[in-house]
C-alpha cells in the first residue's frame, strides 16, 4: 500500500533526475559529459561516490570520470579494468532490472581483480536494506538504449540515507543511466565529427599547399612543362604550358593550347613519339619552333590525376638537348668521316656496304666471286682511258643514269643509304631486305637488271706530288678530289675515303654500261689541273667496277673491286701518264 509520503518522493526524484540528465546536454565535450555523468549520479541522484567508465578500443574499460571524492579520484582516475573482469561482474549478483547489485556477500570475491575499486569504511548494517560499505551497484550504459554494444558502466556507492535504493531509486539511475549512454554517444559522434572537419581543413590546407607548390613548380621550372589531356576525343592536346617550354619553342601560352605533341613532332620523329609510354616513357625527339627550325629534346611522362576519381592527365617533362645531341652528332661524323676530306670513312663504307648485303645468295652462280667475274668475262676488266680529250669541255655531270632528289652532293648519307633506309650504321636488313644481284655480262645485251655498283678509285701520280711539293699540297690535292668526286655522284650515292689516295664510291640502281660510263665520267672530272698556292698539279685515276651481291662479304666485294683497279692500271702500262 502506497505511503502518504511516497507521492512527494516520486515527485522529488523526478525533478532530480529531470535536472541530472537537462544538465547532460550543457556538456561541450566527450570529457566534459563524462564528468557530467559523474556529478549527476551525486547531485541528482543521491549518491555520495560515483564512478564512470568508458569502454576503449580494445574492449577493456578505463576510469574516465569519478565524483564524490577527490582523494578517490586521484587515486583510480586512467585506471583500466579488463572487459573479462567487467563481464564476470555483470553476472554476477542480483539483477534489478538492467542494474547489477553485488551484496557484500558475494562481494568479496572481487577484491583480487583487475578493476579499480574504492572502499569505504563503515559499521556493519543493522537492518536488511541497510548498505553495506562492501555493497557493489552498477549501471551499464549500452549504445542507443540496446543491449548490442557496451559503452560504459556507472558504479555507485553510499546512497542517500544509507539504505539501499528502492524502486523508484532502480528506475531512476537506469533511466538516468540509459539517458548518459545517448548522451555519451553524441558526445563521441561530435568528437568525430570535429576530428574529422580538423582533419579535413587541414587536408585541404596541405592540398591547396600542394598545389600552389606544383603550380610554382610547374611555372618557374628552369626546363619545358606540359599538362595534356588523356583518352577521349581531345587526347594528347595540350591544357597548360609554363614560360620555359613556351620560350624553348617560340610560341605563346594561348597558341601552345591548340596543338598537341603530335602536331609539333618532326615528321621522322613521329613514330617515336607514338611508342613513347604514357607512365614513365621516355623519348629523345624533335619538337618545331615557330621560325620553322627544330630543336631537340628529352621527353618524359607521368600521368597525374586530378582529385581521386577524376579524370587523369599527362604531365611531360620537356628538356632542351640540342647542345648535348649537337656533340653526340659531331662525335659521331668524327667517328665515321674522314677528318681531311670530310668524306665516309673506311669503317663506315663497310657498314653501309654490310647493310645491302645477307648470307643468302639471291642466285649462285658456281661461287659468289665466281658469279661476279663471270658477269665481266674473268679478269679481263674493261680499260676505262680515253686519251686527247678535255675533261671539263661540255662536261654536264654524270647522267647516264638516274639523278636523286637533291641534285648532286656530299658523300654523307643520303637517299637510299642512311639508316632510314636500311643502309647505313645501324640499319638492319630486316624483312624488308631487297637481295642485292650484279647485272648480265658486259658482253651480252642489257637485260635490265639494276644492281649497287663499288667503284674502287685509287689516284695516279699523287705520290709524285706528295714527294715534290709535300704533303700539305697532297692534303689540298685529295680535298679537291674529294669535292670533284662528290660532285659528279647523285644524292643516293656514297663518296668514301677508304685510306690514302683510295677512294670508293657506291651507287645504286646502275646496268653494267651505266657503271662504266660513271666511272669515265668521274674520271674525267679528276684529270683536270688543281690549283695549289699559286701551283698547278694533276692526278690521274684507275677505276675497278664491282658488284654487291648477297653471298658475298664486304671484303669480298672491296677486294673484288680493288683487283679490277689493277688490272685496269696493267692494261694501261704502256700508256703515257704523268702528273705535276
Known sequence: METESEPYVRLATLRQLHDAVAELNTARSLADTLQTVADGVVAGLGYQLACVNVVQADGDLVVAAFAGSAAAESLITGRVGSRASWERRLTMGESWGSLRFIPHTEGWVLQEDDVPQWYTEGPDPRFEDEWHPHDRLYAPMYASGGVSELLGVISVDRPRGGRRPGPWGQEALQMYASQAAIAISNARLRANMQRALVRLEREQQALRASEESFRQAFEYAPSG???????????????????????LLGRPASAMRRYS???????EDIGTLLRTSAEGGRAELRLTRRDGTYVWVSLRNSVVADTTDGPRFLLTHVED??????????????????????????????????ARLCSRPHAMRETAVEALDAAYGGYEGTVIYEPGYDAYDG?????GYEEGAGGRGGGGPRAGFGPAAGFGPGGGQGDHHVH??????????????????????????????NDRFGHNTGDEVLIEVARRLTTGVRDGDT???????????????LGSADAADLAVRLRNAIIPPIRVDGRAVRVGASFGISWASCGMSVEEVLQSADQRMYVEKRSRNKVHRRAG
Open 225 to 247: 612543362m606540359a599538362i595534356a589531356e588523356m583518352g577521349g576525343d581531345q587526347h594528347g592536346r595540350l591544357l597548360r604550358t609554363n614560360d620555359a617550354l613556351c620560350r
Open 261 to 267: 605533341f603530335a602536331d609539333l613532332v618532326h615528321p
Open 321 to 354: 638537348i640540342e647542345e648535348r645531341k649537337s656533340r653526340e652528332l659531331q662525335l659521331a661524323h668524327r667517328a665515321s668521316h674522314d677528318s681531311l676530306t670530310g668524306l665516309p670513312n673506311s669503317a663506315e663504307l663497310r657498314s653501309r656496304l654490310s
Open 395 to 399: 662536261y654536264d655531270g654524270y647522267d
Open 436 to 465: 642485292m644481284v650484279p647485272p648480265g655480262d658486259d658482253g651480252d645485251a642489257e637485260d635490265g637488271t639494276k644492281g649497287l655498283a663499288v667503284l674502287f678509285c685509287d689516284l695516279d701520280g699523287f705520290k709524285s706530288i
Open 495 to 509: 663518296v668514301a675515303r677508304l685510306g690514302g689516295d683510295e677512294f670508293v664510291v657506291l651507287a645504286d640502281g
